[in-house]
């Protein structure tokens, strides 16, 4: 099928661990994002916006395929996308679109045929294997060194801020070369704000005196599944509150950094015309962050502040400064992106806006408020659906959880077990159950991380070799 015509352009910005609340556009009073902000007054911003699993792997490939995980099999950060099944990258070149990727995709290998015409400065999964160890996850021993990461944020600089800055300039050229009279896409991935929590002192002097809530809540007081997942992670003890304010002010501090990167890129596409008339802009990142809600740390569970994400799209479809509360996931740019280009989609609607006709109840759940986990740290297979102001945390093997973000935004009160809300309760589980076997697909990511575990040796020649942060290092920067 041909694009259509006049040519198309279509910018895709993603960071790494950028939580739906870190940023202005998401009504924060603290933390700087201007350029972001920005990008939300031009376009429209979805307020219930969800990755499809808390965890960088699964979520990247989710978003490639347009697909839920346990569909496509990437469970974890140890099952990394290779090209296969096929993605909107893929559709869009068989249609005629050029297709660019700059930065940290964790795909297998920049070598895979991932559907790009061209892949810049790659940033993908180590030795194309991935995290090996945290495919064990019976009687998984802690990780302190995770706790290290908390009490080790700080002034400074990491490799990866000067990769960034490199995908950056990457992108800057890129965009300044584009042709004006071809359709293109262009992926543009930033590493920033994922921890480490080290920052360059400009952007934590931006923020001196962090307030920390009460964050002492003892794991034998918790849902099971986070009592064990505090536990894993090696935070079953609680933080000082002067060590949260210290990663918390980090983390901070590379949220703006990232948005001043962010803003480099959009940029460079308004100093070459690429504007609203012509361009669809999409701002958006894999997953969230928690940092001491809870005792949590990281992500890899359902609240807000993990899987929640922040989606912004501008451009011809999107009404200037709307917003939408209608849940979706991040599965939803599969079709979104090939519907800016006229290229026909039927597993699912393209995003919806203010002047868009909304999904109706025939599309397929991964374009609602849909996300799994199956990965580091889980006892059990772990299901979001969020439908209007409720969401369902739903386990395969511990008690369900159910929430009204409307009434609890900071999900304080379970309402399983809250007669008023049984029928509920009764409603969405029955829902999730029409659209995922949850004790079969709990059943098969276990099966093919086993069969995985033991083609690298097995569970105790994994857990002798010791668990290390799996940190993938940037490419080393190419000299002129």
């Known amino acids: 099928m041909s694009v259509r015509t006049p040519p198309r352009h279509a910018i ?14 998401y009504s ?4 700087l994002t201007p350029n972001i902000d920005a990008l939300a007054s031009r376009g429209t911003t979805y307020s219930a916006a969800y990755c499809n699993s808390p965890i960088c792997v699964p979520s990247r490939a989710s978003i490639m395929t347009g697909r839920p995980v346990h569909e496509i099999g990437a469970w974890d950060n140890a099952h990394p996308y290779s090209g296969s099944p096929e993605g909107w990258s893929h559709a869009l070149r068989q249609a005629g679109v050029h297709t660019a990727v700059i930065g940290k995709m964790h795909f297998r290998s920049g070598t895979d045929d991932t559907g790009f015409n061209e892949v810049i400065e790659p940033l993908d999964v180590i030795g194309g294997v991935g995290d090996i160890y945290s495919l064990v996850r019976e009687g998984m021993p802690p990780r302190p060194a995770l706790a290290d990461l908390v009490r080790d944020a700080r002034v400074g600089e990491s490799p990866y801020l000067d990769f960034d800055r490199r995908v950056a300039d990457a992108a800057t050229d890129w965009i300044a070369n584009a042709p004006l009279d071809e359709s293109w896409v262009l992926l543009v991935s930033f590493a920033t704000p994922h921890h480490p929590l080290r920052v360059p002192q400009k952007y934590w002097d931006l923020y001196p005196d962090i307030e920390v809530e009460d964050t002492t809540a003892a794991p034998d007081t918790q849902h099971p599944y986070i009592a064990e997942l505090r536990r894993v992670m090696g935070v079953g003890e609680a933080f000082e509150p002067d060590e949260i304010s210290r990663a918390r002010r980090a983390y901070y501090g590379l949220c703006t950094l990232a948005d001043e990167l962010v803003g480099q890129v959009l940029t460079a596409a308004s100093d070459r015309g690429f504007d609203d008339e012509t361009t669809t802009t999409i701002y958006t990142s894999d997953h969230g962050v928690s940092l001491g809600e809870r005792g949590l740390w990281w992500k890899h569970h359902m609240y807000e502040e993990s899987a929640g994400v922040p989606l912004i799209a501008s451009g011809p479809r999107f009404a200037p400064g709307s917003r939408v509360a209608q849940p979706v996931s991040l599965t939803s740019l599969y079709p979104t992106l090939l519907d800016v280009f006229g290229v026909e989609d039927s597993r699912q609607s393209p995003l919806a806006g203010p002047t868009l006709p909304a999904s109706d109840d025939s599309v397929p759940h991964t374009a609602g408020g849909f996300s799994e986990y199956h990965a580091l740290g889980a006892s ?19 008690v369900a959880q159910l929430f009204d ?13 809250d007669p008023r809300y049984a029928e509920k ?16 697909v709990d059943q098969r990511a276990r099966e093919d991380q086993a069969r995985l575990i033991m083609a690298h040796g097995g569970r105790d020649a994994i857990l002798a070799d010791g668990f290390t942060i799996a940190f993938t290092p940037p490419p080393e920067a190419v000299t002129p």
């Open 425 to 440: 309760l009764a409603e969405m589980v029955a829902e999730l159950m029409s659209l995922v076997d949850v004790h079969g």
């Open 28 to 31: 924060n009073p603290t933390i």
């Open 380 to 398: 059990s297979a772990a299901f979001l659906l969020r439908r209007e102001q409720f969401k369902l945390v739903y386990f395969a093997t511990e």
């Open 405 to 417: 973000l409307e009434q609890d935004p900071g999900e304080h009160v379970d309402l399983v077990g």
């Open 12 to 25: 895709v910005i993603m960071t790494d661990q950028h939580a739906r609340y870190a940023s202005g556009a």
